[in-house]
């Protein structure tokens, strides 16, 4: 496959700056933009909590570096969507309904790390479940219609 037909999808022209759709991916940016500066201060606290001699798992590391990674991916995606990608719309869309279920339900396991990290980790996400809510407003819904895919 050639580099052209490769990027077909980002090709696509950009939403219309004054559009209820441009409007909403542009809100889906800031909230991702936000959680990756939540999820940094995240990190943040939990190099100050290990620095003060508290216990740290290497969960609670690998989580607290992880996340914040996934916020430049989470950005890239909303960018791509608010040039009309549609593929980029889609992952986006089932990232921000999937990530704050799986974080949440993973921190609620007993055992896995302390209830301050669990809130913490909580916190982080809200913005995630904000960006989930914005991708299924109407606007969105018009612009990048559900494709069906063939089996």
Known sequence: MDLTTQHATTTEPALADTSPAHDALTAARRCVVLYGALGAAALAGVVTVAGA???VNTFM???T???PL???FLHHLA???SRGDHRAFERLRGLAAVLPVAIVGVDLIPGVCPPWYAVLQ???VLPVAGVAVLTRRAALRAVF????RRA
Request: charge should be positive.
């Open 65 to 67: 570096v992880l996340l």
């Open 61 to 63: 590391w690998v989580r």
């Open 122 to 124: 909580a916190v982080c």
């Open 79 to 81: 960018v791509a969507a």
């Open 70 to 72: 996934v916020a430049v």
């Open 145 to 148: 219609p559900k494709v069906r």
């Open 53 to 55: 001699g508290h216990p």
